[in-house]
């Protein structure tokens, strides 16, 4: 097919499925643990920088998240909303083709906006399903007493 046939999801899906291949390749010849030094690292820290000001609770930052969200095209329902914890289920996000990296990457920047908002709270991407199903479950909870 020409090019200028491509629809939007065309281009999306490649652009995902390439995205993939060279973060598994940049994996395998740098390692994981320089990937989360120089690509995870740098991600959280945008997202700690995002932050300001703190809001105050769990409520106030999962509501943060979901107005940056809102612009983009993902949709959503609260499942849980208490100022120590905020559970929601993503029902639709046209950005699932670049599943599961992409959002993986978006996680380490809403971990980074989190940790910088309160930092006695955490994020955690609790479910990650694949391509235009409800796509994930995530949480902004208490964070576990340290060792």
């Not at 995205?19 to 991600?43: F, K």
Request: negative net charge; aromatic residues 10%.
């Amino acid at each position: 097919m020409p090019y200028n046939e491509w629809t939007m999801a065309d281009i999306v899906t490649m652009w995902g499925k390439t995205h993939h291949v060279i973060m598994s390749a940049l994996q395998d010849s740098i390692g994981h643990d320089r990937v989360e030094r120089e690509l995870r690292g740098p991600m959280q820290q945008a997202g700690r920088e995002a932050a300001r000001p703190r809001p105050a609770d769990a409520v106030a930052i999962g509501r943060a998240i979901m107005a940056i969200e809102k612009p983009w095209g993902i949709e959503g329902r609260v499942v849980e909303s208490k100022p120590d914890h905020f559970v929601r289920e993503v029902t639709h996000c046209p950005w699932s083709y670049f599943c599961p990296l992409g959002c993986e990457v978006f996680a380490w920047w809403m971990e980074g906006f989190v940790e910088g908002s309160n930092e006695h709270l955490r994020y955690a991407l609790e479910k990650l399903v694949p391509r235009r199903d409800p796509v994930c479950i995530w949480k902004v909870q208490t964070a576990e007493p340290g060792p």
